[in-house]
Structure formats: C-alpha cells, structure tokens
C-alpha cells in the first residue's frame, strides 16, 4: 500500500491525516474484515480484523467518557502485549484522553508513583498479578477511581467496588453507543495535531521518572519520514514482544501498522519470543542488542555441537558470506567466483540458518535503545539477515537517526531522518531539532527547561560524532564518562559493546571514575557458561556457584584479555569481578529492555568494586 506522506511546513500528514486516530480510522473503515491482529489462545494462533480493532476501542472509549474521562487525561495500561493493550490504547487516544502503558515489571511502589504524578483516574490492568499491586498500594492513589481487569482467571469469587472486568467494560460502552450515535467520532474528530498521543515516563535512572508528552503531530512526522528509511508493505507480518510502553516498540507494532497496514502478531511471553519468531518469521523485526546477542549465542552453542564435517561446512558457509558481506558494506559488487560460492553456501547453510532463527523472511531488522557491537552487525549480515542500527530516544518520539538496508555504516547509527535536525554541543553532547521533538514532560516544566535549549532544541545526554557522509557515531552519554585519576576522559560504551560481542558476556560495565585505573564488572550469560561448565564437567549447583568456578573465571578472563588488544593502554581493563546474582526486569539493576543500570550497579555492588582496587 502507497502512503502520500506530507513532511513539509507546519501541517504534517499521511494520506491527508494530520492526527493518529484520524488515520487509524481510515484504515479501520478501509480494511474492514481483513486480518490486523493475531495472538495464540491454547497454542493455536487466532486471527483478529480491523473492524475488530475499531469495534472493541470505540466501545472502551465511549465508556471511559462514560466514567467520566476527559481529554487531556492521563490513562494507564498495564499489562504484556497484547490487542486489548491496543484497544484500551485507541480507545483513549480517540476520545483525547491520553495512554500510558506501565511495565509489568514494575512495583506496586512505582505505580503508585506512576499514578500520582499522572493524575489517571482510569487502570487497566492484565490480571490477578497486576491487580496485586494495586490493592497491595491503593490507599496511596486514591486519584484511581476505576480499575478495569482484562482477565477473570483467579477472580471468580473477586469483588471490589473499584473493579470492573473488561467484558463488562465492552457492554458499557455497547450501551453507550446505543444511546449515544456519533458520540465517538465526534470525540475522534476533536483531537488536534498538538494533542498528546501518548504519555512515556522514561527508566527513571537518574531520579524520579518523568512522563515524556509525545504529541500525535510528533507520531505523524515519524509515521511520515519512515518511509524514506525503512521498507513496510501491507502484507508484512510483525512480531511484538518488546514492552508497549517502550517508544520504540510503541512506533514498530501500533503507530507504524496502523499507517502501513501490516498485522501485527503478539508474542505470548517475554519467554516465548523466540519460538514465536520462528512461528511467525516476520518480515521485519525490531530488537534491542540483547536479542541480537541471544541468537547469535544460540547460533555459537549449535556450531561447538556440530561434528567434524558438519562445522567445517558451516564455518566455510560463514566465512563466505563474511566475505560477500565485506565487499557490500564497501559499497562493492561481489566477483563472480565469490557469487557462485555464495550460492552454494546458502543452500548447504545459510538459507536454513535464517528459517532456523525465524528470520527466513526478514527484509530487515533493527537494532536500537543501547550500543551494540559492530562485529554483531557484520555477523548478522554474513548470513544474509539485514540488520541496520538506527538511534533515538523517548524525547524525540522514538528515531533520529537511522541507517539503511544497502546503505549502511557499521558503526554509524546512520544519518538523521528526513526532517530531523542533528548538531554537537561545544562539550560534544548531541542535540536534535524538529517536528519530532517532545512536547516537554508531563507536570514538569523545570525538568522541560533543562532538556530544551533556548531555541528548541533537543538536549540528548549523548555524546558522539558526525562524519562527511553526516552519519552519527555514539560514543556514549555525557553522564556516564568515566575521568580517572590521571585525567583521561573515557566513554566505555564502545568497550562494554566489544565485550557483550561474547556468547559468554550478558552485559558489563566499565569502571574507573577517579580511579587509576578501568576495571569492570561482568554479568555471565547463563545459558551459554553453564553449557561450558557443563562441556569441561566443571561443578556447580547454582548460578552464584557458577560465577566462583576458577575456569568459568579465567574464560571471562580472556576474553576480557582480547577485548583489550583493541584499545589503547589506558583504555584497557586491569581487574573484572563477575555479579553473581542473576538479574531479572524486576531487579532495579536491569531496565525492562535488559540493559545494566550503570548507578544502580556502582551502588548495590560498590564492595565488590572496591576489591579490585
């Protein structure tokens, strides 16, 4: 499906539709019966239409007017991925209230907060679990006046004055149509470009979270310029499994479906993500690093497994498409002796690695929210997946910059979206301007202040470079720059990366501000050490036990060893310590999207730090 797409001037648009429910509607009313949603329900995938889509929000919409929401009023959703996230979400944004998702990792503490500072009257939340944390802290929201459970399992004998289920929510708003014709599309039609489209509260880091103002002219100028970058066609197949309240995954499987009209499939769980990338095989795919780490961990356990024969196939196959690779990243045209070989190597290997990982039909893929290796890049593009780093942040609406499939810079995240302004600081600190820059956050307008400049202008907390292409490296954020003793300023997200590029290496972290020296701390991947431990019959009984064994120690060792051939001496690594607690979400040392919390990890383990010096 074409898209008219309008990024100049003031009024941005997509087929003539300057809001995001305006053009949800369009679609909605356009594609009618056609499949928009899939989900598994007991193992078998079920198929749910557009008219579905629009039918069920238009229901919850009118009966949160009912419940007396009105626009401009926060909304929030929580719960895994799932369509009746998206209906809620529709439902909200269509009646000018505003949504905001919160993990399910998060506390009853943290709702509390989230709820708080938002002023929601409104909950949706999952199930029993969820619902928990809402008795277990409501007498510190009493702004909540209305909490509504997707799910009845756990709950038959369940009553509360406060609860409703979303069934009963369903024939509500059924009623409210009834009684009340039009009453959602006039609502619908009210929105207004400069309207929230949704309210972020980004990791909360660095203090209390702070709800980022997405606007729907912010969504619109996205849902605009992609399609300069990136290649969607209607008949794609979508996999979503990242957190709905992560902007990324936000723009992937709501914002850019509705606009390019693909289907969208829910993973069942964030265990379950990767059988489901093989049942679906999608046709793009969107992951943070840590994905792209797993498969390529899975990928090395298999080939240590293979026989004699079977892996010398497989690393000749390999070394094949590195080299085909190589020659495209160089903007080249492979000979055609290094062509036939490569037909051949897809057929003995490569063709039934990608079917393998579930990415048979990938078109591209994209990798985001944290720094990733190069080497991973290139690995993933030797066997014939396309995948492309692109850069962005909550307060820019989810992307800046991007690369592209044929036309990418390894190590670059790529050169901004059309319409996306990018500048250095005179300290080096990245700044975006633009359409897409946030509307400030919600309640916060001191907080505002520090991140715009006086002109407008996005402060990202990030610092890097532009090169002649206008593509952007980063080489870290500004807070986490690591000044020793000696006076040397180092960004260690490049070394932190280099090391992740290990199967054995779940994450790291760089210490050494106003030390002497780096050292670092490492997070063991479990799965891929405990098949080592297991391949050499290293004891073990747990993983604590695990990260103590001498030769689990010295195999980090080395690789942190050849990690620092690549840096320059004071770059280098001098001590490690391994974490030997695993980490979850919930944990505060981990974000949902599975990224070390640098403060948290200097804090909660600052005894372990201070062995190595």
């Not at 009853?108 to 929601?120: F, T």
């Not at 100028?221 to 209607?234: G, T």
């Not at 907080?447 to 907390?461: C, I, N, P, V, Y």
Request: glycine share 8%; with cysteine; charged share 25%.
């Amino acid at each position: 499906m074409e898209m008219n797409a309008a990024l100049s001037g003031d009024r941005i648009t997509v087929d003539s539709h300057a809001t995001v429910v305006s053009l949800w509607k369009d679609r909605c009313d356009r594609f009618g019966d056609r499949v928009c949603h899939r989900e598994k329900k007991l193992g078998i995938w079920q198929a749910y239409s557009w008219r579905d889509y629009y039918e069920n929000a238009r229901k919850i919409g009118l009966a949160l007017m009912a419940l007396g929401v009105r626009p401009g009023e926060p909304v929030l959703i929580l719960s895994e991925d799932r369509r009746e996230w998206l209906y809620c979400d529709l439902g909200a944004a269509s009646i000018g209230a505003i949504p905001s998702g919160v993990y399910t990792t998060d506390s009853a503490s943290q709702l509390a907060y989230l709820a708080q500072d938002s002023g929601a009257s409104v909950l949706f939340v999952e199930n029993d679990e969820q619902l928990d944390k809402w008795l277990d802290a409501r007498d510190r929201m009493p702004e909540i006046r209305y909490v509504v459970v997707f799910d009845r399992d756990g709950l038959a004998e369940f009553s509360d004055p406060q609860v409703t289920f979303l069934d009963a929510l369903l024939l509500q708003g059924a009623r409210e149509a009834e009684a009340h014709p039009g009453r959602f599309e006039t609502a619908l039609a009210a929105v207004r470009p400069e309207d929230p489209r949704m309210l972020i509260y980004t990791s909360g880091t660095t203090g209390p979270s702070k709800g980022a103002i997405i606007t729907h002219r912010n969504v619109m100028f996205q849902l605009a310029a992609w399609p300069h970058v990136y290649d969607f066609d209607a008949a794609d197949e979508l996999l979503c499994f990242l957190p709905l309240c992560h902007a990324l995954e936000r723009l992937v499987s709501v914002e850019n479906p509705i606009a390019a009209g693909c289907t969208v499939n829910f993973a069942e769980s964030p265990e379950t993500v990767f059988d489901n990338l093989r049942e679906v095989s999608p046709h793009s795919f969107a992951g943070v690093p840590r994905i792209w780490e797993k498969l390529y961990s899975g990928v090395t356990i298999m080939r240590s497994e293979a026989g004699g024969f079977a892996g010398r196939v497989f690393d000749w196959a390999l070394r094949v498409g590195a080299a085909r690779a190589a020659v495209l990243e160089q903007g080249g045209r492979p000979g055609i002796g290094l062509r036939l070989k490569h037909a051949l190597a897809e057929i003995l290997v490569l063709a039934n690695l990608r079917r393998m990982l579930g990415l048979g039909r990938a078109r591209r893929c994209t990798t985001g929210a944290a720094p990733i290796s190069p080497d991973l890049i290139r690995w993933f593009n030797a066997i014939g997946v396309p995948l492309i780093e692109g850069w962005g942040l909550t307060e820019c609406s989810g992307v800046g910059t991007s690369n592209k499939v044929g036309d990418s810079r390894i190590g670059t995240v790529g050169p901004a979206l059309p319409g996306v302004g990018l500048r250095l600081s005179d300290e080096g600190e990245i700044q975006i301007g633009g359409p897409t820059v946030f509307a400030g956050y919600w309640n916060k307008p001191d907080k505002t202040a520090e991140t715009l400049t006086a002109d407008g202008w996005l402060r990202t907390g990030d610092v890097g470079r532009i090169d002649d292409h206008g593509c952007l490296t980063i080489t870290g954020r500004i807070k986490d720059i690591i000044i020793t003793a000696g006076g040397k300023n180092i960004t260690p997200a490049e070394i932190e990366s280099r090391l992740k590029f290990s199967p054995y290496v779940s994450d790291a972290v760089v210490i050494g501000d106003k030390r002497k020296f780096l050292t670092c701390l490492v997070m063991i991947d479990q799965e891929n050490v405990e098949k080592f431990a297991r391949d050499r019959q290293v004891p073990f009984s747990d993983y604590a036990s695990l990260t103590r064994a001498d030769e689990v120690r010295q195999l980090i060792g080395s690789i942190v060893a050849d990690t620092n051939k690549e840096f320059a001496q004071v770059e280098q690594i001098k001590d490690f310590r391994l974490i030997d607690i695993l980490l979850t979400p919930e944990d505060d040392e981990l974000t949902p999207t599975m990224k070390l919390k640098r403060s948290f990890v200097s804090e909660r383990h600052s005894e372990l730090i201070d062995t190595m010096y």
